[in-house]
């Protein structure tokens, strides 16, 4: 009975030392929106290259911000004139895209949030028809 209240002690000692020996980067692998924009968006979107719509300019963002996150997302994903599919970064998985976008409307005064399951569920929907709405123009 004396022993009882150590060994709990010791017991919860070690369970909190394994939680806090955990590695947090194995429960993150993608990388942050931020850091992706400026890895790879950056080299376009920072000045307008081939009318990009510009980081921060609440002019050019807001009419696109209102066609709505997934659809936004989905389109700019599969490329649009000038903007290459993935950014041209054909490493970039969506969930690293999708938070990138989000990060550049929020720069630029909209309220999206990085991507849920259910919003990445939403991009791929919207994904599946731009391909298909793409494919059958001639
Ligand atoms: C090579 C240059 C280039 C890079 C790199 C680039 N973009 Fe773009 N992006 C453009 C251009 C040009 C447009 C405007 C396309 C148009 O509407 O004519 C655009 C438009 C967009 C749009 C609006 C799409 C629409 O439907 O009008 C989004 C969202 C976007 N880019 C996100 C991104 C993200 C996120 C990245 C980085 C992962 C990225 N872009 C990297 C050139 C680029």
Not at 32 to 60: I, L, M, S, T, W
């Amino acid at each position: 009975m004396r022993d009882l209240p150590s060994v709990a002690g010791l017991s919860l000692t070690l369970l909190c030392c394994g939680l806090l020996l955990a590695p947090p980067a194995m429960a993150q692998p993608s990388k942050p929106g931020e850091q992706v924009y400026r890895e790879v968006c950056v080299v376009c979107h920072a000045a307008g290259v081939a009318n990009a719509p510009k980081f921060g300019d609440k002019k050019a963002w807001t009419p696109l911000i209102a066609e709505g996150q997934a659809v936004l997302t989905a389109h700019a994903w599969v490329g649009v004139r000038g903007m290459p599919a993935k950014g041209g970064n054909p490493q970039l998985s969506l969930d690293e895209f999708s938070r990138a976008a989000a990060y550049m409307a929020r720069a630029a005064g909209g309220n999206w949030k990085d991507p849920d399951a259910k919003m990445l569920a939403a991009i791929k929907a919207e994904e599946k028809k731009r391909i298909a709405s793409l494919n059958t123009k001639k």
